[in-house]
């Protein structure tokens, strides 16, 4: 399975930007979909952003406009860039690969904090 490392989380305050980067040890290049979730305290995890191998990307509704995600072949690296940030997007944002015959593969990183202040 392909290893996932997350990381440009921080504190920022509401109104700020930050850019999340998911590192693969391998190939990206044939990976169906790379996804970033959420999850914050007491909820459950939820999808925040897609993108397939096409770059076809979508959205949850909650993060369109200020949200981008995009990868980069070559670097073996899906960002996601958030900006005007508010305080419920306060959570441990997860990177996701889903790969292999009916995507039946599935990798996690171990998430990176998130934390908008008021």
């Known amino acids: 399975q392909v290893q996932l490392v997350e990381s440009g989380g921080g504190l920022v305050q509401a109104g700020g930007s930050l850019r999340l980067s998911c590192a693969a040890d391998?190939?990206?290049?044939?990976?169906?979909?790379m996804n970033w979730y959420r999850q914050a305290p007491g909820n459950q995890r939820e999808l925040v952003a897609s993108i397939t191998k096409f770059a076809i990307t979508n959205y949850a509704d909650s993060v369109k406009g200020r949200f981008t995600i995009s990868r980069d072949n070559a670097r073996n690296t899906v960002y996601l860039q958030m900006n005007s940030l508010k305080p419920e997007d306060t959570a441990v944002y997860y990177c996701n690969a889903r790969y292999g015959l009916g995507l039946s593969t599935s990798s996690w990183g171990q998430g990176t904090q998130v934390t908008v202040s008021s």
């Open positions: 391998g190939s990206i290049f044939s990976i169906n979909v």
